[in-house]
């Protein structure tokens, strides 16, 4: 690469990871602000009480509500030509716990649905399902949490990539034109 393309190809990646930085940041809030309606939701599943067909249908919709924006994040990650270079080496690990947490979204919302329609009868049936149904619950707001703290962290991963191409960006350029030879006794 020619020394007059690099600060072109430099500012290139610098306005796409921004451009991701607030995608994820919007992404990341949409996340966090349904948390404590999941918890408010999983909290109904765990006190043991008796459960109504309208409860099982609120906490269809809380989910169903953050199945798009899950689905969405991944799609975004899976697509290396949306990304900057410096977030394609990091987004593994979010890919994966976001692709776990819609896989026990499902799950949870195939449970919740038979729940509804048996919640009103008293039956081993019920009984095992309700336990079934605390455990996803378990499970899909511990990953969801996981999946927040992941994209969170996300963009800082990506900022210190920048910097650190930026550094070898300057190193490069202070560098002298000649390879390194040792001196000659």
């Known amino acids: 690469m020619s020394g007059e393309n690099r600060p072109a190809m430099l ?40 459960i109504w067909p309208d409860q099982c249908k609120r906490a269809i919709s809380v989910i169903d509500d953050i199945s798009e924006p899950i689905q969405q994040i991944c799609r975004l990650l899976e697509d290396p030509t949306c990304l900057p270079d410096t977030i394609i080496p990091h987004r593994y690990p979010l890919v994966a716990t976001l692709q776990l947490v819609d896989e026990q979204a499902q799950e ?4 919740l649905r038979k729940l509804r329609h048996l919640c009103r009868t008293t039956s081993k049936q019920v ?56 001196k000659k006794n």
Do not use: C, W
Request: proline content about 3%; glycine content about 4%; cysteine-free.
């Open 108 to 111: 949870l919302l195939s449970l």
């Open 11 to 50: 500012r290139l990646a610098f306005v796409q990871t921004d451009d991701f930085h607030v995608r994820a940041a919007t992404y990341l809030q949409v996340l966090e602000a349904e948390i404590d309606s999941l918890e408010g939701v999983s909290t109904v599943f765990e006190e043991g009480n008796e």
């Open 127 to 182: 009984d095992t399902l309700l336990r079934e149904i605390q455990s996803s619950f378990d499970l899909f707001l511990r990953g969801y949490k996981d999946a927040t703290v992941n994209l969170r962290m996300l963009p800082d991963r990506a900022a210190f990539q920048k910097r650190k191409i930026i550094a070898l960006s300057d190193a490069f350029r202070t560098a002298p034109d000649e390879p390194y030879s040792a």
